[in-house]
């Protein structure tokens, strides 16, 4: 079964560094998505990408974060200069265009730990 | 803007025992509802979803949802606990547009033989 991959399954980073994760979405999907799960709270929605640009993005999404689909399976998001709050669990989603656009398959996710 | 409250942090239920997980939302448009279960260091599993279809919903391992609008509930049930079923479950809703998925604060499910 096709299943979101992403790497690395843990990142550990000293603030002010920059950090990219990476995710393998299922390959006949068109919609890519990033969430974040701070340790024991709810997981919010960052942007969502179609068409090789930003569809939506939160609040959270400010200036040090992007995201890039640089070739044709991977999707990216990076943070420029990582601050101890942005330690966190990443899950990036994608969904398909035809009728399971409306499910969302989620990563295993990557652990930030920003020092 | 839409939210999702899901009553009660922690559930607690014995093996065999009736399971009931919460869940109300608020969204000013016509909305789109799903439970994801997440097990210990694993990602998201989506349980069932609601798009406005049938308002009985079954998912998988035995898991139903009923959406009623008078009541903005989306309510999670099965029959019958088993072990296996201890996890965290997020109830989650989205507009027509599918950009966002905007989750509940998760309740943690633990089942006792």
């Known amino acids: 079964e096709p299943e979101v991959t992403q790497t690395p399954s843990h990142q550990v980073t000293q603030m002010g560094q920059e950090v990219i994760l990476r995710c393998v979405p299922i390959s006949n999907h068109l919609y890519f998505y990033w969430y974040r799960q701070i340790l024991g709270q709810k997981v919010e929605f960052l942007v969502s990408f179609y068409n090789n640009e930003i569809s939506e993005k939160s609040e959270i999404f400010d200036d040090q974060f992007s995201v890039e689909r640089p070739d044709g399976s991977n999707f990216t998001l990076k943070i420029r200069s990582t601050k101890l709050e942005d330690s966190a669990m990443y899950f990036c989603?994608?969904?398909?265009?035809?009728?399971?656009?409306?499910?969302?398959?989620f990563g295993p996710g990557t652990r930030l730990t920003v020092l | 803007a839409q939210s999702v409250t899901q009553l009660g942090s922690h559930v607690s239920v014995s093996e065999g025992a009736l399971v009931l997980l919460r869940c109300n939302y608020s969204?000013?448009?016509?909305?789109?509802l799903f439970w994801y279960v997440q097990y210990p260091n694993q990602g998201l599993q989506l349980l069932l979803k609601y798009t406005s279809a049938a308002t009985l919903v079954k998912g998988i391992n035995g898991f139903e949802a009923e959406f009623k609008k008078s009541e903005t509930s989306f309510h999670l049930t099965k029959p019958s606990a088993h072990m296996s079923d201890a996890a965290e479950y997020f109830c989650a809703v989205s507009d027509e547009s599918f950009q966002k998925l905007v989750f509940g604060t998760g309740t943690r499910l633990l089942v006792s033989p």
């Open positions: 969204s000013s448009v016509p909305p789109y």
């Open positions: 989603a994608s969904s398909g265009g035809d009728t399971s656009f409306n499910e969302q398959f």
